[in-house]
């Protein structure tokens, strides 16, 4: 251990040390103090207020302004995206404004688009009422046509005595009787126009059949083409259907069987030249109402455009003011009600960049009183914290993802800059591949700046966050690929000729008889030769399996070292004795017996079939080794390190339970 004595302290690959501190803000310009310390984003407040509500809070009004604020703005986005407006990525330049302005625009805007909405919603009705009132024109003018042509057809039948009595009497009586009478007699046939939709039309039909007891007559006719419904504003097929009925109780059962069938009933004339001149003002109405809705939707696009010019820019202002309302409501009012009191973390190198902030705060508040900032002792744990910039900041995240370090803990992202691009890497391996993720790559770091500042999709802002990341998996990629000779999965005579050579120059049994070598080995990854031969895919496999083996066995040893470093930082000889020890000694008795069996093997060239090395260590250690024998005294080393195995099982896990329960009963 004297050796890791000697190491330099890990003072950069460790979380910042932290200090408790208290800060004592006048009211006047807490809002102001709370706003710069955000920005500068170095202090954690530590919530004072954890049994109180969120109702029972100081600035709960305030609150509530900003999440009004950011549901009207949700409003605006959703209305932009429905009607396909698109918004400038990079927002308009206006003057700052006030949350008191910006709460009073947010509210002219929603009320201005809300009754734009009204006014569409109601035209758009209408029209669709319309065009549904020229389709029943349409087609329930066919079918009247062609009853009346029906009827006097019946009549010149009747006339000549030819007429049939037992074909259908009663609906060729209900026909005469609507042609010569009409609907203006009180005892003539009468009809219903409408539209309904075309799934519900069977069942239309059979109830007014059974509520008029059969005296009706129902005569349909196809839309033809999706109708857009005026309730719903949905395209559905819909069905014009003229109903032949007599009597006002029969009218009544209709119309309310009609409106409990959701069926549209439009007044058609029965004469042809009243419904051309209706179907003539209801064209006309069309058309003046599309020009209508156009100036609207034009009118409407306007305003949602004028409005997306700021949303993003709005959205942040809204979220940076919730946000400092929300820290605000961690702090609690003194005595006097006079000023804020407040308690957090900070960064110890973050002292005096807060003090300045603080000061600043004072200044521009106009506040004649200064914002007092000291530490205080606490026995409470400190949070962690590690400083990052842009190159570092998506490794930390990653590393986050999976779990935060503790305080004053290793911190594995500084590692994960290497190892995590290499392991994807190793997988990738492919140097074509590896080219277009490096140009990918350059693109999002060129244009940083100008991305920075725009508003960016979900997928594009990830890429982007993790631009420095997929740079090093694109350098690592070609790297491995030139290792690997792999070119979009073609192999290349990049570093020179093939070491080996056909047997004859028509080369028909290179997959048969296999190749010769004449020359020396290839200098730099794999030999292009090996790719189609009959051996190809059992020496890939091997050589990738083995070195992902090695790599394996390498990270875990670094992890455990990392772990006798915590150990040594904070003290605690109990982990180092009963955990970093035995398993140093369990990891490597096994795995690191195995990769050292690896190395051994490609440096001598030899034979031996790891897998029976391994399987019959454990199920006979003291047996022969024959052809798999490495090395002399290899069966006496596996003896002894499946010895230091089995005894660094138990010391690993029954000694430091039992000591740890030990000091807990001598405190408690």
Same mark, same amino acid.
């Given at each position: 251990m004297g050796v890791f004595d000697r190491l330099p302290p890990m003072d950069h690959l460790r979380s910042e040390k932290m200090c408790f501190v208290q800060l004592i803000i006048p009211a006047e310009s807490a809002r102001v103090a709370v706003t710069y310390l955000g920005e500068l984003g170095l202090l954690q407040f530590k919530d004072s207020n954890e049994d109180k509500s969120p109702f029972q809070r100081i600035f709960v009004n305030q609150v509530k302004r900003c999440a009004e604020m950011a549901r009207k703005l949700r409003f605006f986005s959703d209305q932009i995206n429905k009607a396909g407006v698109r918004s400038s990525v990079r927002p308009a330049l206006e003057p700052d404004? #006030?949350? +008191?302005?910006?709460?009073?625009?947010?509210?002219?805007?929603?009320?201005?688009?809300?009754?734009?909405?009204?006014?569409?919603?109601?035209?758009?009705?209408? *029209?669709?009422? &319309?065009? +549904?009132?020229?389709?029943?024109?349409?087609?329930?003018?066919?079918? !009247?046509?062609?009853?009346?042509?029906?009827?006097?057809?019946?009549?010149?039948?009747?006339?000549?005595?030819? *007429?049939?009595?037992?074909? #259908?009497?009663?609906?060729?009586?209900?026909?005469?009787?609507?042609?010569?009478?009409?609907?203006?007699?009180?005892?003539?046939? =009468?009809?219903?126009?409408?539209?309904?939709?075309? /799934?519900?039309? !069977?069942?239309?039909?059979?109830?007014?059949?059974r509520a008029t007891r059969g005296n009706m007559l129902f005569n349909q006719a196809p839309a033809g083409e999706p109708v857009t419904d005026p309730i719903s504003g949905e395209e559905v097929e819909k069905t014009v259907f003229v109903v032949f009925f007599s009597g006002e109780?029969?009218?009544?059962?209709? &119309?309310?069987?009609?409106?409990?069938?959701?069926?549209?009933? *439009?007044?058609?004339? +029965?004469?042809?030249?009243?419904?051309?001149?209706?179907?003539?003002? $209801? /064209?006309?109405?069309?058309?003046?109402?599309?020009?209508?809705? #156009?100036?609207?939707?034009?009118?409407?696009?306007?305003?949602?455009?004028? $409005?997306?010019?700021? %949303?993003?820019?709005?959205?942040?202002?809204?979220?940076?003011e919730k946000a400092v309302y929300d820290t605000l409501n961690m702090l609690n009012f003194d005595v006097t009600k006079k000023c804020l009191v407040g308690e957090g973390w900070c960064p110890i190198f973050a002292k005096s960049q807060i003090k300045d902030c603080l000061q600043r705060a004072t200044l521009h508040s106009n506040s004649q009183v200064g914002i007092i900032f000291h530490e205080m002792d606490t026995l409470e744990s400190p949070p962690t914290y590690f400083r990052t910039d842009k190159f570092t900041n998506a490794f930390q995240e990653i590393v986050d993802a999976y779990g935060v370090a503790r305080y004053q803990e290793a911190n594995p992202a500084v590692y994960s800059v290497v190892t995590f691009p290499f392991l994807f890497a190793v997988m990738f391996g492919d140097w074509g591949h590896g080219i277009c993720l490096l140009l990918g790559a350059l693109v999002l770091i060129l244009r940083e700046k100008k991305l920075s500042s725009q508003k960016l999709g979900s997928f594009m802002e990830m890429?982007?966050?993790? =631009?420095?990341?997929?740079?090093?998996?694109?350098?690592?990629?070609?790297?491995?690929? %030139?290792?690997?000779?792999?070119?979009?999965?073609?192999?290349?005579?990049?570093?020179?000729?093939?070491? *080996?050579?056909?047997?004859?120059?028509?080369?028909?049994?290179?997959?048969?008889?296999?190749?010769?070598?004449?020359? #020396?080995?290839?200098?730099?990854?794999?030999?292009?030769?090996?790719?189609?031969?009959?051996?190809?895919?059992?020496?890939?496999? /091997?050589?990738?399996?083995?070195?992902?083996?090695?790599?394996?066995?390498?990270q875990m040893n670094l992890g455990i070292v990392l772990s006798y470093f915590d150990a040594r930082f904070h003290g605690n000889a109990l982990d180092i004795r009963y955990q970093f020890i035995p398993q140093m000694i369990f990891l490597n008795s096994l795995f690191g017996y195995l990769a050292l069996l690896i190395l051994i093997k490609w440096c001598t060239g030899s034979q031996a079939d790891l897998y029976h090395v391994m399987i019959y260590m454990f199920l006979d250690p003291a047996g022969d080794l024959g052809e798999n024998q490495l090395f002399w005294g290899q069966k006496e080393l596996q003896i002894l390190l499946l010895l230091m195995a089995l005894v660094a099982v138990p010391w690993m896990l029954f000694p430091k339970p039992f000591i740890l329960k030990k000091l807990h009963k001598e405190v408690y």
């Open positions: 404004i #006030d949350l +008191e302005e910006l709460e009073a625009r947010l509210g002219e805007h929603e009320h201005e688009l809300l009754e734009m909405n009204t006014n569409s919603d109601k035209l758009q009705q209408t *029209y669709n009422e &319309l065009l +549904e009132f020229k389709l029943v024109l349409t087609k329930a003018g066919g079918i !009247l046509a062609s009853s009346h042509n029906h009827a006097a057809s019946a009549e010149r039948e009747l006339d000549e005595n030819i *007429y049939d009595r037992e074909v #259908d009497e009663g609906n060729a009586y209900l026909l005469e009787q609507g042609v010569h009478q009409g609907s203006s007699g009180n005892s003539g046939v =009468r009809f219903v126009s409408g539209i309904i939709l075309k /799934s519900k039309a !069977l069942a239309f039909e059979r109830m007014l059949f109780q029969a009218k009544a059962k209709i &119309l309310k069987i009609c409106d409990s069938f959701g069926a549209s009933c *439009y007044p058609v004339p +029965e004469e042809m030249i009243k419904q051309r001149q209706i179907f003539n003002e $209801v /064209s006309a109405r069309l058309s003046d109402l599309e020009v209508t809705l #156009d100036a609207g939707i034009q009118h409407r696009n306007k305003a949602l455009e004028s $409005v997306g010019s700021q %949303l993003w820019r709005w959205t942040i202002m809204v979220k940076k890429a982007f966050g993790g =631009r420095y990341v997929i740079l090093l998996m694109a350098i690592f990629s070609i790297y491995c690929g %030139l290792i690997y000779n792999e070119f979009f999965s073609v192999p290349f005579h990049i570093f020179g000729k093939s070491a *080996y050579e056909c047997r004859e120059k028509s080369c028909s049994d290179a997959h048969t008889a296999g190749l010769l070598k004449v020359r #020396d080995p290839y200098p730099f990854g794999v030999d292009p030769s090996w790719r189609g031969s009959r051996s190809e895919l059992p020496f890939l496999n /091997s050589l990738k399996m083995k070195m992902s083996i090695l790599m394996g066995v390498a």
